[in-house]
């Protein structure tokens, strides 16, 4: 039989629960916001079970849930709404966009990469405990786990831009006119996987 969940990894749940119902208070985009949720409300909901048939470290949970509390507070406001400028103006008197010229909000790419760079040991930890790859094997496995995750996800954008009313499907791409916003994303979750595989194994806990 598998051994229960460890009290640490039901706590970074019980976080991401939290964080998630909290994003629901006055949402200002409920046309999309459960578009947004479903995917950490079925992971909050399924992990209990995915974690007592297939075990992970805590530091592969943590992984998975920053990326998931990352992408829960994008979902709160449509990811090119997320008002990191109003933050950083309020705690530093300057926002970003002022500090370095952007044009455009920036969020949806911070989650991009970061879905790259917290990919590394989750992935890598499955493909050697149930894979039994080796290092090498298991790096590449990251890589091709990014790559093709991040090309789905462009590809579903792309399909709701078709079904979708407009306004909505709009809101939900983020593309925010860059023609080049697919390709951008997919860059940086690779760019974000790469530079935490280079950290030597042992430091990247």
Same mark, same amino acid.
């Given at each position: 039989?598998?051994?229960? %969940?460890?009290?640490a990894? #039901?706590?970074? %749940?019980?976080?991401?629960l939290? @964080?998630?119902?909290?994003?629901? !208070?006055d949402?200002?985009?409920p046309e !999309?916001?459960?578009?947004?949720h /479903?995917?950490t409300?079925?992971?909050?909901?399924?992990?209990?079970?995915?974690?007592?048939?297939?075990?992970?470290? =805590?530091?592969?949970?943590a992984c !998975?849930v920053?990326?998931?509390?990352?992408?829960?507070l994008?979902?709160?406001?449509?990811?090119?709404?997320?008002?990191? $400028?109003? &933050?950083?103006?309020?705690?530093? *008197? =300057?926002?970003?966009?002022?500090?370095?010229g &952007?044009? #455009?909000?920036?969020?949806d #790419?911070?989650?991009?990469?970061?879905?790259g760079?917290?990919?590394v /040991?989750?992935? %890598?930890?499955?493909?050697?405990? &149930?894979? *039994?790859l080796?290092? #090498?094997g298991?790096?590449?496995t990251?890589?091709?786990w990014?790559l093709?995750?991040?090309?789905?996800?462009e590809i579903f954008? &792309?399909?709701? =831009? /078709?079904?979708?009313?407009?306004? =909505?499907? $709009?809101?939900?791409?983020?593309?925010?006119g $860059? !023609?080049?916003d697919?390709?951008?994303d997919?860059?940086?979750?690779? @760019?974000?996987?790469?530079?935490?595989?280079? /950290?030597?194994?042992? $430091?990247?806990?």
């Amino acid at each position: 039989m598998s051994a229960a %969940t460890p009290p640490a990894q #039901r706590r970074l %749940t019980g976080l991401l629960l939290i @964080l998630l119902l909290l994003a629901q !208070i006055d949402q200002p985009y409920p046309e !999309i916001a459960l578009l947004q949720h /479903i995917p950490t409300m079925l992971l909050i909901v399924a992990s209990p079970a995915l974690l007592r048939r297939w075990p992970l470290s =805590t530091a592969s949970v943590a992984c !998975i849930v920053a990326f998931m509390a990352l992408h829960t507070l994008g979902g709160r406001y449509a990811y090119s709404n997320v008002p990191y $400028d109003e &933050w950083t103006r309020a705690l530093a *008197g =300057t926002s970003l966009s002022e500090a370095f010229g &952007w044009t #455009r909000n920036h969020y949806d #790419r911070l989650v991009h990469f970061a879905f790259g760079a917290l990919s590394v /040991i989750p992935v %890598t930890e499955i493909a050697r405990r &149930w894979g *039994g790859l080796g290092a #090498r094997g298991a790096a590449l496995t990251v890589l091709a786990w990014v790559l093709a995750i991040s090309c789905l996800y462009e590809i579903f954008e &792309w399909l709701l =831009t /078709i079904v979708a009313a407009g306004e =909505t499907a $709009d809101r939900y791409n983020g593309q925010q006119g $860059d !023609i080049w916003d697919a390709q951008k994303d997919m860059a940086l979750a690779t @760019l974000g996987a790469i530079l935490v595989l280079a /950290i030597p194994r042992r $430091d990247r806990r």
